[in-house]
Every structure is written in C-alpha cells, then in structure tokens.
C-alpha cells in the first residue's frame, strides 16, 4: 500500500517560487519521517529537508532560509516551498520516507530553473 507521488515541479526563474507536494499512503505518513531529496545531473543524491511527524524539522545548508518543508496531516501530504530559487537548484526531486529500517521513495518531479 506504500506510495508516495510527487507534483509541481516545473520551469522558474531564478529569484522565482515553486511548491512541490507529496501525497503519501497513510500507513506510512503517521509514522516515518518524510523528506525531500534533489538530484542534479551528474551528482549524487542529497537529503534538502526532513520532517517528522511531530514537525521536527531538518534542512541542509544549501537550502536553508530559502526553502520550507511542512505537512498536512489531513491529507496525508508533505510540501516543500521553494523561494529564491538559483540555477544550483535544477535537479529532480524525490519524496521519501524513511523508519523502521525500510526507505520508499517516490519517481520525482524536475525542477529547472534557468532565465
């Protein structure tokens, strides 16, 4: 029953926004933590934000004051809001959750940002 499904990724201008959502099955979204991580061409994946589900919240130091991670427990959905968004941030972004010794990731949504 374990799904996760990305949406909103898109074309933006650099200094531009964007909001990523993740709708997740609810035998997981109650319990694991949920995150989002990018991957650019040619680099290796990396953690942007997590957050677990009492809110305790993570986010790398690249993306930090510019990008906002919550959730809404209604619907069984995590978003990232992205603000600020520089060229550095092109990459696809995946949905995942994680605990209990297992890891589920969703197929991701590109991000490119470019003038």
């Known amino acids: 029953q374990v799904q996760l499904v990305e949406s909103g990724g898109g074309l933006v201008q650099p200094g531009g926004s964007l909001r990523l959502s993740c709708a997740a099955s609810?035998?997981?979204?109650?319990?694991?933590?949920m995150g989002w991580y990018r991957q650019a061409p040619g680099k290796q994946r990396e953690l942007v934000a997590h957050i677990s589900s009492g809110g305790w919240k993570n986010y790398a130091d690249s993306v930090k004051g510019r990008f906002t991670i919550s959730r809404d427990n209604a619907k069984n959905t995590v978003y990232l809001q992205m603000n600020s968004l520089k060229p550095e941030d092109t990459a696809v972004y995946y949905c995942?959750?994680?605990?209990?010794?297992?890891?589920?990731w969703g197929k991701g949504t590109l991000v490119t940002v470019s003038s």
């Open positions: 609810r035998s997981i979204f109650n319990s694991y933590v």
């Open positions: 995942n959750a994680g605990g209990n010794g297992m890891a589920y």
